[in-house]
């Protein structure tokens, strides 16, 4: 059962009387709505009234309004203002620009703008690379979307993608020390996307394509990694293809299996379940079937698209037909990024031995957590409030902190698979287990040690 959280928290500033029970009946009322209190707090005091912030996690917005309205309820409470503090975070913006260099005086100025920047312009005039160098091209990456594929929302555009592009570029500041700048198209035409891009890229490092829809999105990044000198990474696909092997890597070292062996169930074939099946495949699985809402992807099949037809090609030795639940008799490993609620604990029953399952649809998995649990040795998700979150977090910061520390040119598929190593190996010997398969998305270690096993790729 979902519980209330912090994505949900409200703060309800409200009159009550001064009385020894108000508190109490205060806390009773939220928690008879399903609320859960994380503050209480009294801001003004008067002979006939206290004036009380009360903030609590809800479930939702229409949660949060119940609630309330409970509140309103009691006697002698007056609701005077319901502030959603997520929406206050949000206030202005995430992000700002900062300067990095003094501006004090004349002679600050004339170094850092006019007539001392001429110099500087004239350098990278008479060679290009230096703006590697002498520009904020040296650290700033360019998290680009068309807003056509938000999170689990759907096609929002470029305005609604904004605040997602805000949060994305203050991680990479948090975990990376990157400067990102949100880039968000108004526009969802494949050839004027590419351009876009192409006519921004001389001031980037980098380009992290974010929330495009597959699968334009293949076809965007193919030619843009063909047209640029600069990294193009595709953070729907490779970042979590990167956590996803990662977190595999371990889980089968808890199981005792090898990848060699294993027969992999890969349910959703956008842009996150063919990028996992490429990268997997990269590490010579037994055999990886594919399943859309279509059922399971074979040769067979009539009305694949290119994608789809590149999939059954290398996948599905047997050429097996049949929906999901037929695709899971006797594999060792499901991976999901589809949709919620699609199987129960009776179909993990039919998996292989101490089978794995990562259900990472959100925010509501494949299958509940605790019912794959009756069943399989290793179990994993895309949320927080489980163990063993599979969380992009973990990759895009050090993959671009060592794309960048390298000068990279391009990325490859040994960097991503460096990367995925990686982050295993943040958990040791002795602190993985079941529960323990990747690191905390909060774990200081992991971005630099992603960052420099990226950087030793790239330069190798």
């Known amino acids: 059962m979902p519980v209330p959280g912090p994505g949900y928290s409200i703060t309800v500033r409200l009159e009550a009387p001064p009385s020894a029970s108000a508190a109490g009946d205060l806390t009773s009322a939220v928690g008879r709505a399903g609320g859960v209190i994380t503050a209480f707090d009294v801001v003004e005091s008067h002979n006939d009234r206290v004036v009380i912030d009360l903030t609590c996690n809800a479930l939702s917005a229409n949660h949060a309004k119940d609630i309330t309205d ?103 500041k948090k975990f990376a020390g990157v400067d990102a700048w949100p880039v968000c198209l108004d526009t969802q035409d494949t050839e004027e996307i590419i351009r876009a891009v192409e006519l921004i890229a001389p001031v980037y490092g980098g380009i992290n394509l974010e929330d495009i829809s597959a699968p334009r999105c293949f076809e965007i990044e193919a030619r843009l990694r063909e047209k640029l000198d600069i990294p193009v990474f595709h953070d729907d696909q490779h970042g979590t293809a990167i956590v996803v092997v990662a977190a595999l890597r371990n889980a089968l070292r808890v199981v005792g299996k090898d990848i060699k062996d294993c027969r992999i169930t890969v349910c959703g074939v956008g842009a996150a379940g063919s990028a996992i099946i490429r990268l997997l495949q990269a590490q010579s699985p037994g055999d990886i079937i594919a399943v859309d809402v279509d059922g399971i992807v074979h040769r067979d099949r009539p009305g694949l698209d290119a994608n789809l037809k590149s999939i059954a090609s290398s996948t599905n030795k047997d050429n097996q037909a049949g929906r999901l639940h037929d695709a899971l008799v006797g594999s060792d490993v499901f991976i999901g990024v589809s949709a919620p609620n699609l199987f129960g604990a009776e179909q993990v029953a039919t998996m292989a031995k101490d089978a794995i399952v990562f259900a990472l649809a959100n925010p509501d998995p494949e299958i509940d957590p605790m019912e794959a649990q009756q069943h399989a040795a290793v179990v994993a998700t895309g949320r927080s409030d489980f163990p063993n979150q599979i969380n992009n977090v973990l990759a895009f910061p050090g993959v671009f902190r060592g794309l960048l520390d390298a000068h990279a040119r391009t990325i490859t598929d040994a960097m991503l698979l460096a990367a995925a190593a990686a982050i295993a190996d943040v958990v040791d010997g002795d602190r993985l287990n079941a529960s323990f398969i990747v ?22």
């Open 70 to 172: 409970t509140l309103e309820t009691l006697p002698g409470i007056v609701v005077r203002k319901v502030s959603d503090r997520t929406f206050l975070v949000h206030l202005g913006g995430k992000i700002e620009i900062a300067s990095k260099v003094p501006l004090r005086n004349r002679d600050d100025l004339s170094r850092a703008y006019t007539p001392g920047v001429a110099r500087v312009c004239e350098a990278i005039a008479k060679n290009p690379d230096d703006a590697r160098r002498l520009t904020i091209k040296r650290n700033t990456v360019a998290v680009v979307t068309d807003g056509s594929a938000v999170l689990g929302l759907g096609n929002l555009g470029p305005a609604a993608a904004l605040p997602v592009m805000e949060g994305k570029a203050a991680l990479f």
């Open 439 to 460: 690191p905390s998305v909060f774990d200081n270690t992991v971005a630099p040690a992603v960052a420099e096993a990226v950087r030793k790729a790239a330069t190798s």
